[in-house]
């Protein structure tokens, strides 16, 4: 058999999937992987997911990244006064929140780039169509920007396309890959192991700003549909629920202790799934992974 073919054999895709503040959930799924020495070939990330895997495949262990994003305070970067959002003049541009600056501002400062065995999923607006990128040829910023700019929330990237590694992509206006699909499994090569982030179903532990309030009780009401719309073919991939049932995605006020709760939520969630999937035999592993 080609050495090519028995690589592909012995190895699986991870899909992370879009959740705004639960990017801390990906943070202990990926741990739980590493822990685990899950043996993966690619990740596809989505909004958040682009983010998590970004940082994954540049290197940074998930401990650092859970300190990282703890210290950039991805928690606050969003706009607290409500009535931001009630003045019609901030959606002229698409959105009130300029995700791109803050996306570059981490490309530059944790030295990030695009890697081989990373895959982010944006949407083109204007031709109503999934983007994905892969390979190192392209825009980094842009393209994970873009993959979460979450529709009239966070401002809509412009995309003047281009040639990448073997994809064309064309003119168009890039948003949050989670308004094609929030678990974007379609693009894995073969069986993946989908980070499943979820919808909110009940209220938060802890107190949140008016504003956050909002998007929680718009999630919950929201929750059945959304599960039922972006639901995942059973048997096709394993799926892992990573994220409590009490955190929705646009809650950016929760506190250090609450993402910390999240990570380590996942982490376990994570480490109970994979030992049963590896047993099963349904996920290789690579047994001189440190």
Same mark, same amino acid.
């Given at each position: 058999?080609?050495?090519?073919?028995?690589?592909?054999?012995?190895?699986?895709?991870?899909?992370?999937?879009?959740?705004?503040? @639960?990017? *801390?959930?990906l943070i202990g799924f990926l741990r739980a992987l590493r822990k685990k020495r899950v043996n993966v070939s690619m990740h596809t990330g989505a909004s958040a997911g682009s983010l998590a895997g970004l940082f994954y495949t540049n290197g940074y262990e998930p401990e650092e990244m859970l300190d990282i994003f703890l210290a950039e305070d991805v928690r606050n970067f969003a706009v607290r006064n409500p009535l931001t959002f009630l003045n019609p003049f901030n959606y002229l541009s698409g959105g009130i929140i300029d995700i791109k600056?803050?996306?570059?501002?981490?490309?530059? @400062?944790? #030295? !990030? /780039?695009?890697? @081989?065995? !990373?895959?982010?999923?944006?949407?083109?607006?204007?031709?109503?169509?999934?983007?994905? *990128?892969?390979g190192t040829n392209y825009d980094v910023v842009e393209v994970a920007a873009a993959s979460c700019a979450v529709p009239l929330v966070m401002k809509p990237v412009l995309h003047w396309g281009g040639q990448g590694e073997?994809? @064309?992509? /064309? *003119?168009?206006i890039l948003m949050d890959g989670g308004i094609h699909d929030i678990n974007p499994h379609k693009w894995a090569k073969g069986r993946a192991i989908v980070a499943n982030l979820g919808f909110a179903d009940s209220l938060p532990d802890e107190w949140l700003s008016p504003l956050d309030w909002y998007f929680h009780?718009? #999630?919950?009401?929201?929750?059945? $549909?959304l599960r039922w719309y972006f639901k995942i073919p059973d048997g096709e991939h394993v799926i892992i629920d990573v994220a409590p049932k009490h955190v929705a995605g646009l809650t950016f006020s929760l506190?250090?202790? $609450?993402?910390?709760?999240?990570?380590?939520? $996942?982490?376990?969630?994570?480490?109970?799934?994979?030992?049963?999937g590896i047993a099963k035999g349904l996920i290789p592993v690579n047994p001189r992974v440190p």
């Open positions: 058999m080609p050495n090519s073919r028995r690589r592909r054999s012995d190895s699986i895709e991870t899909v992370l999937g879009a959740g705004g503040i @639960k990017l *801390f959930c600056a803050f996306v570059r501002r981490l490309v530059e @400062k944790y #030295e !990030l /780039k695009p890697q @081989k065995n !990373l895959r982010i999923l944006t949407y083109n607006v204007l031709r109503r169509e999934p983007v994905p *990128f892969e073997g994809q @064309k992509s /064309k *003119f168009g009780l718009m #999630e919950m009401t929201w929750s059945s $549909a506190s250090a202790r $609450a993402c910390r709760e999240m990570e380590e939520y $996942a982490y376990q969630v994570t480490c109970r799934a994979l030992a049963d």
